[in-house]
Structures are given as C-alpha cells and as structure tokens.
C-alpha cells in the first residue's frame, strides 16, 4: 500500500469514528467570543491534562474556573490559594506555573494611571485583578510562558484560534507511531523520533482538513477543523488505540488493515513498572514509592493544616513505616525541594504552603 493512500485511509477513518463518539468534555467547543478569555480556559485546560485523567480534570477544572474566571483572578492569587484549588490533581507546581503564566500574560494597569503593574510588584502587595491581557498565538510567545511547551503551545492554537499547528503527545505519537511505523519497543521507546513523527503529522494534517463532507452519511458530519481533528485523535488515543490494551477487535484502522501493531505483542506492563524503579523513591510495605507521590502526599496533608505542620508530623502522616531515625533525612530532602518549588515554606519548626 502506498504511503499516500494509508494516510488518506488513516484521516478517513479517524473523522468517521470521530463523528460517533466524540466525548463531551467542558473545555472543548467554548462559545467564547473574546480570544483572550477562550485562550485562558483552553490554556488551564491543557496544564490541568498533563499527566492527569481526564475524568478528574473535569471537575476540577470547573472549580478552578469558578474561583478564577478570568485571567486577571489567577495572576491575583497567592501560592496559599491556587495549591488549595489544584487539590486532586497532583502535580503540584504545575498550579504555580500555570498563575506564573497568567501573570506574564496580562497587561497590568494601575486603575487611572495607566501604568503597569509588574509580575515582581503583583506577588509582593496582592492587587485587584486586572482587566486587560494580551494572549499571543505566536508559537514562540507561546512557549515562553511558565509552564508551556511545544505541545501545549501548539494546542492553544488548535483549540483557542484553530490555527492549524501539528503536535505531538502521548495520545499522538502512540496512534501515528504503531499505524505508519510499529508498535513501541519493549521498554516502551519508539524507533522513530518525535521530529520524524512531527513531519508525518504535518502531512496528516494537511490531508485532514481537506477532507470532504459525505452528503449520504447517516449521522452529522463534524467540523473539518484543526481543533475537531486533534480531538479526535485524543479520544482514539484515549478509548480505542490505548497504551496497555488497545481495542483491536473494534479499531477501525485495524479493520481496514493500516495499523501496523495491530493484534502484535506490546511491551510487557511489568516490565515498564520495574523500570519506574530508576526514578528516585523507596520501598514503604513493600511497595517501590516514587518521591514525587510522598511529595504530593505532603502537599495533600498541608491543604488541611493552615496552621503547619512539624517535620515529624508529616512523617507519621504520609509514612506507614515512620521512623524518625530512618526516615528524617530522607524526608527533609523531600520538603527542601517543596521550599525550592515555592510550594512549602518553613516557619520556625513549622511546615506550611507557601503564601
């Protein structure tokens, strides 16, 4: 089979099974107007997505825009105040990016003056939010926001201002990578590299915004945009072509015989979870912890002592085995590192989230 008629297959394929089973997710189809407010929703959308299941970004992504609709509310907020929002989601610091972010974002004004208030001033005396913002669609302003990279940036764009901009993520790369080349290898890596991928992506895009409404289909044809396509290629990713268990039997690529890892061996699970070994953790009940999770654990514990905590009253907490004289180095490290990140501050003995 020719290389151009697998993509014309691919993109076919992907806009049909798209056109049934298009989730309903509350960031997607934003009947915003205003660029800026609709690029805010969009941008604390794809940070909330990162590493986190979308069922939980859900709810708390309503919550969070409750609490700051609008840019100017987030660049606003204390440290204190935006890890209380982020609660569920782990991560932590990507809540301090992501209000990093809003800062850099907005023009601030002094009410009358017309002067602007800077990000340095804004953390040190707590200001009413501002009104005024600028969001750019420039791929290279874009990434030079707090916590945004070549994905996310490129996501913006999709879905904010359907400026067609080919990207590459999880969902992305494991989809184009086992239809056009193979199934991953058996640490999980991929033969061919995300610029391969990204190329390849461009091509497809390309293909897919041309494609043709079926007057004869017997359901509704969706939009034809940059923003539909790469969410259909988030839900394919994320209910038919999955990491551990993709649905072969119900695959339509495998069905019309392009997907080349279909029904092929995938990389052993217990396998990669042995590798998940190499990242900087310890054994709690027999169980490998990484430290990112007691990290997380701390934080957690923190939302609910506005007044702080003690060292040793988050080792008792987050350790099942605590023991002062095994542990205490250890866990000191933990904490330095939430100091360093801004989400934990230290008063005398005490323990708190960062103000």
Known sequence: MKHSERVTIFVTEIWNWYARHKRELPWRDLQIADDTQRAYQIMVSEIMLQQTQVTRVKIVFRNFLSLYPKIGDLAAAPNADVILAWRGMGYNSRALRLRDA??????????GSGSRVTSQKLATRNPQPATKSYFPKEMKQLQALPGVGHYTAAAIRNFAFNIPTPCIDTNIRRILH?????????????????????????EILDVA???????????????????????????????????????????????????????????????QIANCKKEPGREMCGRYIPNRIFRGKIVE???????????????????????????????????????KDTLVEKRAKTYMLAS
Not at 187 to 202: H, N
Not at 211 to 239: C, R
Request: proline share 7%; net charge neutral.
């Open 102 to 111: 809003a800062r850099a974002l907005l023009e601030f004004r002094v009410p």
């Open 178 to 202: 086992r239809t056009f080349i193979g199934p991953e290898y058996e640490d999980g890596s991929w033969k061919k590299d995300d610029g391969y991928l990204l190329k390849l992506a461009s």
């Open 209 to 271: 915004l041309q494609q043709e409404v079926n007057p004869k289909s017997q359901i509704p044809n969706p939009k034809y945009d940059t923003a539909n396509w790469h969410a259909a290629l988030m839900d394919f990713g994320s209910l038919v072509c999955t990491k551990r268990s993709p649905k072969w039997d119900i695959c339509p690529l495998a069905q019309k015989g392009i997907m080349k890892a279909a029904y092929k061996t995938l990389p052993n699970c217990k396998l």
């Open 301 to 339: 514990e923190l939302r609910d002592e506005p007044s702080g905590l003690q060292l040793e009253e988050i080792g008792s907490r987050i350790c099942l085995d605590w023991s002062e004289e095994e542990h205490r180095k250890w866990l000191d490290g933990l904490v330095e590192k939430l100091i």
